[in-house]
């Protein structure tokens, strides 16, 4: 830290109690001083000589036969005015960056200008502020922090615009001109303090990064902060990735980060400050932030209030780069009083924008090129999958809310249905966790969800558990056992069908079963006895496409035999005769819950018991 010394005399000031100073010479004193609640006892020739503020109320007094002034606003208070005084008396005084702004400041309070007397205070700071002070990276911020208290004078002698410039000047620089001690919050290399024994004299740089300044700027006040990144975006030097990675640290360094929905705050009007600073300091450039961060400061303009208009253009930026967010990010707290859990009509907003943003795109550039100049990956197939498979993974965390309604489900499982995944585990995942917190779901809604999900696409480990679910239609079962017969036939190498007219009709509701009852049938949850049946098919199906594979038949055999497999599951009454047999002659039966969805298996969880359908009516 930067100093300077002036005056040479030694000390006479001397204390009283914490409210009196006077000055212990020889020669008595002739005029008391009152600033605020401290009463300096001081003489008049050395303080009139170089104060003309002091000389206006020493007149003053005179008139009124009164040995006593009062300077109560004087910025920085009685320390401020006992270093102005000192040096009026040549006594040794140090300034520094924690106290020269408010002297500065004080002295011109007082009038202690060039004009009242040669070499005066102001001039001697103002020359230790513009060779020391300001061309030191560590005094510049120290000072303009402690402008904070004294920021209308501040601004009125100029300092704080000085300061600003000095540190935004010195943060756009070219990194290899950047001296390591820059960063005060890092040691220096052992060279670089002298103490390395293996030093050769050939001094070794480290390697600077970009952003070596941001932590040291998160000390300061966000009204001070917002202006120093102002300026250092005014330069023009530093990247928006920079200024970027700048808000983050500060949004980190302010506990502006939501945990558990709240933010640890003392001041909510002060936290709604800085989160609209940052909001407003946000750089306009695509990939300047991430969406995980975006994501985290809309949860916090939430909870502090911000307005509305910063919130919508927030839910924007975040549908440029929902690729990059999390299930947590978008996990946003619903406002008290709601009944559901989570805001999930924000994250519909933030969707709506990703789709939107996709679709504005393709249609501003004719050249994929140039599209990929717009916005990174969000033409590309690989960043709608991430959304495709970050949304089934946020339908799965919310299905766990008992008040959240099947409309906002199948609503927001509808928005990313356009985008096609290669498999449909994480989509079949959030419906099964559904179902199993809602077991008052209807037989329609049990169908309206389970046609967001397509069979054909879940994974093997999907489909062996989707068969022993109690909780799926009957309808959705069958198909997904006809769909893994299907895997099976391909598997061994022969031709998959087209897909038969009676698993379609399963689909429309026009199933051709003879009962009159036969869509409530297939709308149904399954019974124990049902998927028994059926996990018996399955296991069959897999054993004889095992002995297909090591070559029990022969090609012609193979090929004929896994059509007769899926025909005969559909056409013949082999295993509708068990399903028929099983309604009609059993009565209620409770079966044990089958293993919880993939992936997410949970043995403390406990499917909705089965119901008994032992009639149709």
């Known amino acids: 830290m930067k100093f300077m010394k002036l005056g040479s005399k030694p000390d006479a000031l ?13 020669l008595s004193t002739d005029i008391i001083v009152n600033v605020g609640d401290v009463k300096f006892y001081l003489h008049k020739f050395p303080l009139l000589s170089k104060s003309s503020h002091l000389q206006k109320l020493v007149a003053n007094t005179s008139e009124e036969n009164s040995d006593e002034v009062h300077i109560n606003d004087i910025p920085g208070g009685p320390a401020s005015f006992e270093i102005c005084a000192k040096f009026c008396y040549g006594i040794a005084v140090t300034l520094n960056a924690h ?24 001039y001697k700071i103002d020359v230790f502020l513009n060779t020391s002070i300001l061309r030191s990276w560590k005094d510049s911020i120290i000072a303009l922090q402690t402008t904070k208290s004294i920021l209308s004078w501040s601004e009125e002698v100029k300092l704080v615009s000085h300061c600003i410039d000095s540190i935004a000047s010195k943060a756009s620089v070219d990194t290899s001109m950047v001296d390591w001690s820059y960063s005060y919050n890092w040691k220096k290399l052992p060279g670089e303090n002298g103490n390395d024994p293996t030093w050769n004299g050939v001094r070794n ?51 502006l980060i939501p945990i558990n929905g709240k933010i640890p705050v003392r001041d909510m009007a002060e936290c709604r400050s800085t989160v609209d600073a ?43 780069r929902l690729e990059e967010a999390s299930v947590d990010d978008l996990l946003i707290r619903a406002a008290e009083g709601e009944s559901m859990k989570y805001d999930i009509d924000t994250v519909e907003k933030i969707v709506h924008e990703f789709l939107t943003h996709d679709q504005n795109l393709e249609i501003e550039s004719g050249e994929v090129d140039k599209a990929w100049e717009i916005g990174p990956g969000i033409l590309s197939e690989a960043s709608k999958l991430i959304v495709a498979k970050l949304i089934d993974a946020y339908l799965a965390e919310i299905a766990r809310d008992p008040n959240l309604p099947v409309q906002k489900f199948v609503e927001l499982a509808e928005m990313v249905s356009s985008i096609s995944r290669p498999a449909h585990d994480g989509l079949y995942r959030a419906i099964d966790m559904y179902l199993k917190e809602h077991p008052e779901t209807s037989k329609s809604e049990r169908k309206r969800i389970c046609r967001l999900m397509d069979c054909k696409k879940l ?29 099976a036939a391909a598997t061994s190498g022969t031709s998959t069908p087209d897909l038969p007219k009676s698993i379609r009709d399963l689909n429309s509701g026009s199933s051709r079963l003879t009962t009159n009852n036969a869509d409530e049938y297939w709308d149904a949850m399954a019974t124990a006895e049902e998927l028994k049946a059926l996990k018996s098919e399955l296991a069959a199906l897999r054993l004889g496409s095992a002995r297909d594979r090591n070559g029990a038949d022969s090609r012609g055999g193979l090929d004929k035999a896994a059509l007769g497999k899926m025909k005969g599951l559909l056409t013949s009454k082999k295993i509708f005769s068990k399903l028929w047999s099983s309604k009609s002659g059993h009565g209620e039966t409770s079966g044990s819950d089958s293993s919880e969805s993939p992936n997410s298996a949970n043995p403390e969880d406990k499917s909705p018991p089965s119901r008994n359908r032992s009639s149709i009516s």
């Open 14 to 26: 001397q204390a009283n109690g914490k409210n009196i100073r006077y000055m212990a010479t020889e």
């Open 99 to 122: 106290n020269v702004v408010a002297t500065r400041c004080a002295a011109e309070y007082l009038g202690m200008h060039e004009t009242v007397e040669k070499g005066n205070l102001i």
């Open 205 to 255: 740089y480290k390697v600077v990064p970009k952003d070596w300044w941001v932590e040291d700027l998160c000390e300061l006040d966000v009204d001070l902060y917002k202006q120093v990144i102002i300026g250092i975006k005014g330069k023009g030097k530093v990247s928006s990735e920079v200024i970027g990675e700048a808000l983050k640290a500060y949004a980190d360094h302010r506990s």
């Open 278 to 320: 940052i909001l407003w300091l946000l750089p306009t450039e695509k990939g300047s932030v991430s969406g995980s961060f975006l994501l985290k400061l809309l949860k916090a303009a939430f909870f502090v209030g911000s307005g509305e208009t910063a919130r919508r253009d927030l839910i924007k930026k975040i549908g440029q």
């Open 459 to 487: 994974s093997a480990d999907a489909c062996m558990h989707a068969v022993q679910n109690e909780r799926l239609p009957m309808r959705v079962i069958v198909q997904v056992l006809f769909f893994e017969q299907v895997r």
